[in-house]
């Protein structure tokens, strides 16, 4: 078995647990020891079977993040940063999420509120939240809104 097809196999078994970015298949690849042409012809083998696809890519892991483990959309855009996906492609979700951060803070929020135990220090209450959700990358301001819509209720 020659190196294009020990490392391609290599790649596709990467692949098969979770959808990737070029990037991280690059990586991936540069650890194993594989040298960069062998890693190009892979790559662009990949691309051309449509295993790799960074448009796709940035659909999945938006989805993952806004349904099973929420964020903030500034989160969500360093994460796919770190993933190696090109700034460009992902800007036209931005339009398409605009409301997300809100509406994913209140709905952690309310969720967050059903497990308080103690709700009569409203203060201590608020806090929780406000921390809560900040540790999940919201700003102040979606925060402050959150908890007072959410506290209203």
Excluded at 32 to 48: E, G, H, N, P
Excluded at 52 to 65: L, P, T
Aim: aromatic share 12%; net charge positive.
């Amino acid at each position: 078995m020659d190196d294009f097809e020990k490392f391609y196999k290599a790649a596709v078994r990467f692949l098969s647990f979770r959808p990737r970015s070029e990037k991280e298949v690059r990586d991936y690849l540069t650890k194993k020891k594989c040298d960069d042409v062998t890693a190009k012809r892979i790559i662009d083998s990949l691309k051309r079977d449509k295993f790799i696809n960074d448009e796709e890519f940035i659909k999945w892991w938006v989805e993952q993040r806004t349904l099973l483990k929420p964020k903030a959309w500034r989160v969500i855009k360093y994460e796919l940063k770190q993933k190696g996906v090109a700034e460009e492609l992902f800007e036209n979700y931005e339009l398409r999420i605009k409301n997300y951060d809100s509406e994913s803070a209140m709905k952690l929020a309310e969720k967050k509120l059903r497990t308080i135990h103690d709700q009569s220090d409203k203060f201590k209450v608020k806090e929780k939240l406000g921390r809560y959700l900040a540790s999940k990358g919201f700003d102040w301001d979606t925060i402050k809104v959150a908890i007072d819509q959410s506290s209203a209720k």
